[in-house]
């Protein structure tokens, strides 16, 4: 038998030594896998089994088999027959049904409805195209004209018919209550004509004030404006954290027709989550007018005889979105954050006495090392602190390494941030472990261990223990400040 000079590393100790033969036996009997760490006198460093040249001979594939020459009758196409049978691929399986959301009971699913415009803007979209067809080919026919003369009448006649275009504008879309707001409640219907009664002269091209409502179905969103004419209107919404019932960001996308001061976005996209969930959302709009008076003045502005087009403008605030009174959301929002605080509390609890337990285990160790160090003479010696350090410390240190890794694959896809936090605690309580391989292997190969020799290894693994320590206590200042943060919330 080969000399016995091999040693195994298990995760935060390490076993041995052993002969060739014998782990060649470990590895027949699986008590040694491929991918195990192995180190003898005179290798830099660890090496997985796989990889040692000495044991190559264990990775040689086996030469493959004499397989006899089939004789096969083709056909008189060249090819061999194909085999008849009878059986056929089974059915596919059934695709998976996705699991319901935790606040189902709190969510409004829109559904999109068919796009249909109403008589009214059918009516105005076919005015503004035949007042812009009409006025580009007079002005097309006038320009033409080199008389002062017939110049100075035309222009009169172009500012008077934008006059009085502006004004049966102003005159048939002025605010007023006569606007009907009939797809939202009675009570926020009247809000939106009061909105349009109080904001009836404001015109804002950088900020313009407007109104965003739910409508009764909870289906689509409802938009009054005080801008007098028709425009094409552009919506995002995006959830606001901390003030509503979301658990994951939401962020939505429409666009729709302003006529008579109110939009209907119907048409919702998802950018971000999948329901429009109760709460409180920042908004921003864009809007561009199209209607007759803009096609006039921008046919007027590109024809030279009007310094500009009429301006887009925009708008930004924030709007509670919800089927429940402004009393009753609060009521659910507070118990959602109790619920959600409940939630979040528990990893976070969990991560911070899993930190605790591995800085006093720590300290543990290092306790073992100083008591077993004094009556080391040689490399053999150091069996007393692994047989010690396995009975008192490697299991429970193994469980919390183990668990941590858990805790990071159930967490990963559902909440990147709570596996990133319990991967962190699995690499530091693998380098509780790595402390303890340290000790033994550094103690070992320090020839002639002296008092000196002995002291500075001492005072060499005081400091590692102490840098972990103070890890680990930073660590836990950060769960401590997150689990404040949590019950903190207003």
Not at 62 to 86: F, M, T, Y
Not at 147 to 153: D, H, L, Q, V
Not at 232 to 246: A, D, N, R, Y
Not at 330 to 356: A, C, G, H, N
Request: glycine share 6%; proline share 7%; with cysteine.
């Amino acid at each position: 038998m080969s000399k016995k000079q091999w040693f195994i590393l298990r995760v935060d100790h390490h076993l041995g030594p052993f002969s060739h033969e014998e782990l060649i036996d470990l590895y027949k009997r699986a008590k040694l896998r491929e991918v195990d760490q192995l180190w003898r006198e005179g290798m830099s460093g660890w090496k997985q089994f796989k990889q040692l040249e000495e044991f190559a001979d264990l990775w040689a594939p086996p030469p493959l088999p004499n397989i006899p020459k089939a004789e096969v009758k083709l056909q008189e196409n060249g090819l061999p027959p194909l085999p008849l049978s009878d059986e056929v691929p089974p059915p596919l399986p059934p695709l998976p049904e996705e699991e319901p959301s935790v606040y189902a009971e709190d969510i409004f699913e829109p559904q999109p409805g068919p796009n249909k415009e109403s008589k009214t803007e059918t009516e105005v979209y076919t005015e503004i195209q035949e007042s812009k067809q009409s006025l580009e080919e007079i002005i097309e026919d006038k320009s033409k004209s080199t008389g002062p003369s017939k110049i100075k009448w035309f222009t009169a006649a172009l500012v008077c018919l934008l006059a009085l275009s502006t004004g049966l504008m102003i005159f048939f879309n002025r605010p007023s209550q006569e606007v009907d707001f009939f797809e939202v409640r009675v009570q926020k219907a009247q809000a939106m004509k009061s909105f349009l009664r109080q904001n009836r002269d404001v015109f804002n091209a950088e900020n313009m004030p407007f109104s965003l409502a739910l409508s009764r179905d909870s289906q689509s969103l409802v938009l009054a404006s005080a801008y007098t004419g028709t425009a094409k209107i552009f919506l995002q919404l995006e959830s606001i954290e901390g003030k509503g019932l979301f658990s994951s960001p939401v962020v939505i996308t429409a666009k729709a027709q302003l006529l008579h001061h109110k939009a209907v976005f119907k048409d919702l996209t998802w950018e971000q989550g999948r329901s429009l969930v109760p709460g409180f959302y920042s908004y921003r709009i864009s809007a561009i007018p199209t209607g007759i008076e803009a096609q006039i003045r921008g046919a007027l502005q590109r024809s030279g005889f009007a310094e500009e087009a009429p301006k887009p403008f925009k708008g930004e605030g924030e709007v509670l979105l919800t089927r429940w009174e402004k009393e009753e959301f609060d009521q659910k929002l507070k118990q959602f954050r109790i619920k959600l605080t409940s939630q979040e509390m528990v990893p976070l609890e969990e991560r911070l006495q899993r930190y605790q337990t591995l800085e006093g285990l720590a300290s543990q160790v290092l306790g073992l090392y100083k008591e077993v160090l004094p009556i080391v003479r040689r490399p053999k010696d150091m069996r007393l602190f692994e047989q010690r350090y396995a009975s008192e410390v490697a299991g429970l240190l193994q469980e919390l390494i183990i668990e941590a890794h858990k805790k990071a694959i159930k967490y990963k896809k559902v909440d990147p941030e709570k596996a990133k936090g319990f991967e962190f605690l699995r690499e530091f309580g693998k380098d509780v472990g790595g402390l303890v391989s340290d000790m033994v292997t550094t103690t070992q190969q320090t020839p002639g261990l002296n008092n000196v020799k002995k002291s500075r290894l001492k005072k060499l693994f005081e400091n590692r223990v102490q840098a972990l320590t103070q890890e680990a206590q930073k660590r836990q200042r950060s769960i401590r400040s997150q689990m404040e943060d949590l019950v903190s919330i207003d």
